[in-house]
């Protein structure tokens, strides 16, 4: 008889590396860069909010944001955070944190991801990010609307 799939917890850069800001996260990879073998971690030389957006959604039970200068990179983003900074790209090679927006419903989305397993726990699907980046919730498909209550 098959096991039934685990219920998945929407975790938090918080939970998944016990940080709670951008500049302990920062801390943590710089720590563990030997054992995760990725370089040294740039640092932002400051804020500039307005100088891009990035969007936090969940991924296979993850809350990231991915890069808004499109470098392909995503990161693990902490619970409380409104910035967010690339290591891979220094945002843009700005130098500067942006924005990190959260989902207005961001409770709905994670009360109802948690009914589903890890690696199908996903927000929202590939179709719809762009929609969701840009503002156009009313375009997503009816399910990304339905779990975010958009």
Known sequence: ??????????QYADDMFGV??????LDWLDANRDRLGVPFVPRPEGDALESGTAWARVDCARWIADCPWRCGASHAVPRAETRFWCTSCA????GQTCALVWPTA???????????PSTL???P???DIPL???GQ??????????????
């Not at 945002?91 to 700005?94: L, R, V």
Request: with cysteine; aromatic share 6%; net charge positive.
């Open 125 to 127: 699907c590939a179709i």
């Open 91 to 94: 945002n843009g090679g700005t």
């Open 1 to 10: 008889m098959p096991t039934p799939a685990r219920r998945s917890t929407i």
């Open 137 to 150: 919730t009313a375009a997503m498909c009816e399910p990304c609307r339905t779990i975010g209550a958009l």
């Open 132 to 134: 969701y980046e840009g």
């Open 121 to 123: 726990a996903t927000w």
């Open 106 to 116: 961001r409770q709905r989305v994670e009360t109802n991801l948690t009914s589903l």
């Open 20 to 25: 709670s800001s951008l500049e302990a996260y």
